[in-house]
């Protein structure tokens, strides 16, 4: 049973660029969320999907905008890339319909923008 | 403002000692308390808490929820140097999305 799979790994992006994660979810998810994990802080929520619709969302600009697909694997977008948006993305499945807090993770994709 | 603070930041000890985190919580709406221990990159799911002063166990690591005092503590004991990660805290506050804290790295010398 694969676990929650990203692509790609590592990343090194231009500033003022615009860069897409992606996420597979867990077999049997239906939920995802992403968070942001800069250096030597904990994970930041940024925004979580199901039935192809964001549903909540953190304290995170427009320039970060996502996507759900009809198998559930979701796509993160941040355009007009900072300095400062150098960090671990790490994407979240778990299943809503029992409502479980018990979120899978990925192993994250390292971007780095110089 | 939502926030999820844990103690200390990092911590160094000896294999065998045993440790005690600390997280404590303010967040609207709480619903339950993870721990997760993250060594690389992907955060791997340690326990969740969601009735106060009920202890969960897991081989060597336990932890306990006080939702009147609003803070958890996770126990290592006899610890091995692959218990060195960072720990990390997290609050559930049903919208669905967790709240972290900075995490605990924890580093265990032979």
């Known amino acids: 049973d694969a676990g929650v799979t990203q692509s790609p790994t590592h990343l090194i992006k231009t500033r003022g660029q615009q860069v897409t994660l992606r996420c597979s979810p867990k077999?049997?998810?239906?939920?995802v969320s992403w968070y942001q994990q800069a250096l030597g802080q904990g994970p930041q929520f940024i925004f979580q999907?199901?039935?192809?619709?964001?549903?909540q969302r953190g304290n995170f600009p427009d320039r970060f905008s996502g996507h759900q697909f009809p198998n559930y694997s979701s796509e993160l977008n941040v355009n007009a890339l900072l300095l400062g948006d150098s960090a671990l993305y790490l994407c979240?499945?778990?299943?809503?319909?029992?409502?479980?807090?018990?979120?899978?993770f990925g192993q994250g994709t390292r971007l780095t923008v110089v | 403002e939502d926030k999820v603070v844990q103690s200390p930041l990092s911590l160094v000890v000896h294999e065998g000692d045993t440790v005690t985190l600390n997280c404590s919580y303010e967040?609207?709406?709480?619903?339950?308390l993870l721990w997760y221990k993250q060594e690389k990159k992907a955060p791997t799911f340690l326990f969740m808490l969601?009735?106060?002063?009920i202890e969960k166990k897991s081989g060597r690591l336990s932890s306990i929820l006080d939702k009147k005092e609003l803070f958890s503590i996770l126990n290592i004991t006899a610890t091995q140097t692959g218990d060195s990660a960072i720990y990390l805290c997290?609050?559930?506050?049903?919208?669905?999305?967790?709240?972290f804290g900075k995490g605990t790295h924890l580093i265990i010398q032979p």
């Open positions: 979240a499945s778990s299943l809503e319909a029992s409502r479980v807090t018990e979120a899978f």
């Open positions: 077999s049997g998810h239906d939920t």
């Open positions: 999907y199901y039935e192809e619709e964001e549903r």
């Open positions: 967040v609207t709406n709480f619903r339950s």
């Open positions: 969601t009735s106060s002063g």
């Open positions: 997290a609050a559930y506050w049903g919208a669905d999305g967790l709240t």
